[in-house]
């Protein structure tokens, strides 16, 4: 997608950009439960959903909204459901069935404060590890992030193209501070915007094997109602779809998991960079963030200090090839979180003692202002 | 001879369950009713929790959806309200709709969402071992109840029903031909539509409780499950320990997911109206 897109101007918080995106993204099911700071992509939905033939429900529990898009999803529907950090908790288990079964959907999280109920109103950052091993069991994982609507009406549609690419469960990790912002944001040319919908079989019935190994490894799932009889599950599975005991079966289903991802890490990986070239400090920083961060990197320009930006919008997999790249040409990375340091520990896991790692956090439900970033930028240069 | 082959995963046997189990039993007795409805087997899903039960859906040759121990109801509910074509056919067990999963078994019924939901109830926590569950009666022995079970057990059915299902029936493994029309009866209602079974765990549950011969656990069927208009007729002291089988509860109400279909179609009106 073009990052500066021609068509028309519009004003949007980035919640309402959000739900925009899994429309145009072709979303035709949204099952969720209230929690803030999430809930005006649900009272957006619910109004347009219906009138473009699609369903809406509010269940009972994340749980259970969890349950109802995987549900929805395996008739061919496109699924959404969105919540912030307790919630993403309750989601984890049918996460996991989501990845388990290669079952498409996408799950957001609008980072609040926690643990526990936290800080439902306050922006943070710490559910960036729980996105990646909240829920059981060895997997790979998408997960997306973006700094502004314009980002998060743009990540939601790649979302769901990645969903239905890869057979995956994709997650949106967003932040109270860009989820409740209004900005000016443009909605592109329908026809500039890409759509990808999952492949349906084109073998018999009889022929079909819904977990066979493709040439990209990802598997076809023929909608239920289609004339293709399978089954689904969590259990540990075969090519058939059917549970299986057999060690060496089990093996490849756990292996296909994680490197059904890693094998197209190349087109899953996104970042953008600002000033990176000659920088000697590199700020890491992502979502509602990395605006400060960017903020901060011209004004040390300005000042004549050579500080850089990388923002992953792409946070899982992680960037690690992409850091032990800067890592070769920087002093030292500087990452910025409103969390005590999720992300950091993989700045510095990636980055292999070739660049000091420093730190800037914050957990009071206050933003990072750039000057924070600035000061720290100021010791190091 | 009725011609089961046409409905089974063959490749999928022998079963899991052990013998004397009654759960193959209901397989059989659904198999029947799908058929003498017609129902396509290409527009049938079974979703299952969790269970001994949940796992009937590897043998019947439909849709099937084996998810989350108590979740079943919640992913039946996307798979209904995206596709309400489909006929969605819930296995659940008694732990699993009404311990871990009570909270989408209730709110299945209050939305009178439209789905078949068979609730195998064997009064224990069969897959796992024979663990107690909302059901054991009070007194009755379970792995985690070995002094007898202190908790009075769930009114699963009474609860369906005051939930705002409905269809709510009790049927059991014994009284096979009643089960067929009770199967039949629910497949056939738009709504929310429950059949309790009394499926016998001699495994989990007879074993503990001085009814570890499949047998015995039958002919307990067949002296206690009493057709609800014979006990109704029955004496007070002979309905003492006797449950009440048939068609426990039948109305009419609107059901969710051809209500959101009218939503869909008065929108569209409106729109048009306003164009
Ligand atoms: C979240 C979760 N908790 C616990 C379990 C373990 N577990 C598997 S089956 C089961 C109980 C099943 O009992 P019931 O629903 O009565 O079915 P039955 O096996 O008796 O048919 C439990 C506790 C699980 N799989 N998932
Ligand atoms: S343990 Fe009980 S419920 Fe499970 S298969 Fe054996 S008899 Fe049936």
């Given at each position: 997608m073009p990052s500066s897109p021609t068509g028309k101007i519009v004003m949007m918080q980035g919640n309402d950009a959000c739900a925009e995106g899994a429309i145009w993204a072709g979303c035709r099911f949204f099952a969720g439960y209230p929690i803030t700071p999430s809930s005006e992509i649900a009272e957006y939905l619910v109004r347009k959903l219906p009138r473009i033939g699609g369903k809406f429900i509010q269940m009972e529990d994340e749980i259970a909204a969890m349950g109802a898009v995987i549900g929805a999803s395996l008739t061919g529907a496109k699924a959404l459901t969105a919540t912030s950090g307790p919630g993403f908790s309750l989601k984890q288990e049918n996460l996991g069935h989501a990845v388990m079964a290669e079952v498409p959907c996408v799950v957001v999280d609008v980072q609040r404060g926690g643990?526990?109920?936290?800080?439902?109103t306050l922006p943070a950052q710490m559910d960036m590890q729980q996105a990646r091993w909240g829920s059981h069991g060895d997997h790979g994982v998408i997960a997306l992030t973006a700094s502004s609507a314009q980002e998060m009406f743009e990540q939601t549609i790649q979302a769901f193209n990645f969903a239905e690419t890869y057979m995956t469960p994709v997650i949106l990790l967003f932040d109270e501070i860009v989820g409740h912002m209004t900005e000016r944001m443009v909605l592109p040319e329908r026809a500039s915007v890409k759509i990808v919908n999952r492949k349906q079989p084109t073998v018999s019935p009889d022929e079909y094997l819904p977990y066979e190994k493709t040439k990209d490894d990802i598997p076809v799932l023929a909608n239920f109602g289609t004339g293709y009889r399978y089954n689904v599950t969590g259990l540990c599975h075969d090519e058939t779809g059917f549970p299986t005991n057999d060690a060496k079966k089990i093996e490849t289903n756990i292996l296909h998991l994680t490197e059904k991802i890693e094998r197209h890490r190349r087109e899953i990986m996104r970042w953008k960079t600002f000033g990176?070239?000659?920088?000697?400090v590199c700020i890491f920083a992502y979502g509602g963030v990395a605006r400060s961060a960017k903020r901060a990197v011209k004004e040390c320009r300005e000042a004549g200090m050579k500080v850089g930006l990388f923002e992953p919008t792409t946070i899982w997999p992680f960037p690690s090839e992409e850091i032990l790249d800067i890592a070769g040409r920087v002093k030292s990375f500087v990452c910025v979180e409103m969390n005590l340091g999720q992300m950091a520990r993989e700045v510095e896991l990636a980055a292999k003692c070739k660049a000091e790692i420093h730190r800037v956090n914050r957990v009071d439900g206050d933003p990072i202002t750039p000057n924070q970033i600035i000061d720290k930028v100021k010791e190091l240069v | 001879m009725f011609d089961y082959l046409e409905y089974i995963r063959e490749r999928n046997f022998p079963h899991i369950w052990c013998s004397g189990c009654g759960d193959g039993i209901v397989l059989k007795s659904l198999i029947r009713s799908i058929k003498k409805l017609g129902i396509p087997k290409d527009e049938a899903v079974m979703v299952a929790g969790i269970g001994c039960s949940s796992r009937t859906p590897g043998y019947l040759d439909i849709n099937t959806l084996h998810t989350t121990h108590g979740r079943a109801i919640a992913f039946a509910t996307g798979v209904k309200l995206a596709n309400p074509r489909l006929h969605v056919i819930v296995v659940t067990g008694d732990g699993d709709a009404t311990a871990i999963g009570g909270n989408h078994y209730i709110h299945g019924a209050r939305r009178n969402i439209d789905l078949t939901v068979l609730l195998y109830n064997n009064y224990i926590y069969g897959m796992t071992g024979g663990q107690v569950s909302p059901t054991t009666p009070r007194g009755k022995n379970a792995s985690t109840a070995?002094?007898?079970?202190l908790e009075p057990s769930f009114n699963i059915s009474g609860l369906a029903q005051a939930a705002g299902a409905s269809f709510v029936a009790l049927g059991d493994v014994y009284h096979v031909q009643q089960l067929d029309k009770l199967i039949t009866a629910a497949l056939s209602k738009k709504g929310f539509s429950v059949v309790e079974i009394l499926s016998p765990c001699p495994t989990a549950y007879g074993r503990r409780n001085k009814l570890a011969n499949p047998v015995d656990l039958m002919n307990w069927l067949k002296d206690n499950v009493v057709q609800k208009d014979k006990l109704d007729k029955m004496a007070e002291d002979e309905k003492v320990g006797k449950i009440a089988s048939g068609i426990l509860w039948d109305v009419e109400k609107p059901e969710f997911s051809a209500e959101y279909d009218k939503l869909i179609e008065r929108l569209k009106a409106e729109k048009r109206s306003a164009e």
């Open positions: 643990p526990s109920t936290g800080t439902p990176l070239d000659d920088a000697e | 070995p002094f007898g079970n």
